[in-house]
């Protein structure tokens, strides 16, 4: 597969404490796939700030193009602004857009646009602003880097705002074939039919229900003709 | 603080298709902070050799102990075993201690122990074995490294397993205390506290519920006197 391939580094404390479980992972893999992107590797980092710059420097260097989340909210242990701005080596500051743009969200709100807000409108020099319809105060585009809110909803709204903009591959497609045998009595033909067709990615993922052992097996690629010639194999192989 | 450090590392194609969504990193989350390790990263990546032995050799090197899901069952795309040893420099063949395991269960079950069952007794060389009493089929410790299973009953199984051999530091205590006014209100006090109590790991996570903005702040700390201080000093400046 040549798809471009992405990183992403979801950034917070609270994830790495097992307080808070990280839906923005899935949500993002599951969009990437969708227009033939390939997630190849996600970082889970805490809010230091050596760390985020080393980690988000390695996966820039790595990948064609990454993707934050976490850390760009008002408060003091939101710092991901500041790193970004590190690795990338330019200055930071309040930005006359960014100020703009939650000055006329607050004052619609009826709200103060105290010290502690205006924080958010903190952005690298030359970063590109990533628009928030949810509740205004932008992410940012630095370099290849796409730095978005750790908040669900926000950075769901933040990937749609995002993704017109990449350059996909093919489109991945997948079919699932489900056998309910255990995987040690499949692994022989199905390790078979994976080495016949180096085109597809066939994976194997067992589960336990009823006390009965069964497997998904799913097979990806970007030809779905080639996807269904397979998923006959294994039918005959092993239904 | 300074408990000892963990990292993990999940692997496996699924997560990043965004076909399943990964469980393990949460609930190994929650275990180590119980018993006062820290879990300071994690990385997820494919079912790549050469990401996963680099991916393994870089976080053994980084901390105190690393703990890995996925890719130890009996198919094709199974190469997490082959991987650690390649990372330790450590020869793998069946090993006859996982193989009587395997055999013991198997024959309990009247099933045949073909070759591909086989592969899960595949262990290098200098490994000592980690009990799995869901399934049988064994994880193994190499080095400062836990190879466990990624299907979440054997995992959390295996983590049981391992637990009571790591050497945990003091335990994280937490208490959460939630404010219905929105981050940018709260974020000045707040900041002010967190630095006067640098022995805490104050974070603010905010949340919208019902059209109203609010925030949950987790004080974080091995002293339960200095948490429910600081709590009361939130009490005092936000409530």
Chains 1, 2 share one sequence.
Do not use: W
């Amino acid at each position: 597969m040549t798809n471009p391939k992405a990183a992403m580094l979801v950034i917070g404390d609270e994830i790495l404490s097992g307080r808070t479980r990280d839906a923005n992972m899935h949500h993002l893999a599951g969009k990437l796939t969708e227009i033939g992107v390939d997630l190849a590797e996600v970082r889970v980092v805490g809010d230091d700030r050596d760390v985020i710059v080393d980690a988000v420097q390695s996966l820039s260097d790595r990948y064609a193009t990454v993707f934050t989340s976490g850390g760009i909210g008002p408060t003091h242990d939101d710092i991901t602004a500041d790193c970004m701005a590190a690795a990338f080596g330019q200055t930071i500051d309040v930005r006359d857009d960014a100020r703009a743009i939650l000055q006329a969200h607050y004052d619609k709100a009826g709200t103060e646009l105290n010290a502690a807000r205006l924080r958010m409108a903190r952005i690298p020099e030359k970063a590109v602003l990533i628009e928030n319809p949810v509740s205004a105060a932008p992410g940012f585009t630095i370099g290849n880097v796409h730095v978005m809110a750790g908040v669900p909803s926000v950075f769901q709204a933040m990937v749609e705002s995002v993704l017109p903009g990449l350059t996909g591959g093919a489109p991945l497609h997948s079919k699932t074939y489900t056998v309910h045998r255990g995987e040690g009595d499949i692994a022989g033909p199905l390790g078979q039919i994976a080495q016949e067709r180096p085109e597809l990615s066939i994976g194997s993922y067992p589960f336990q229900r009823d006390g009965r052992y069964g497997s998904n097996i799913v097979v990806r690629g970007t030809d779905e003709t080639v996807i269904a010639a397979a998923i006959a194999d294994l039918q005959t192989a092993l239904g």
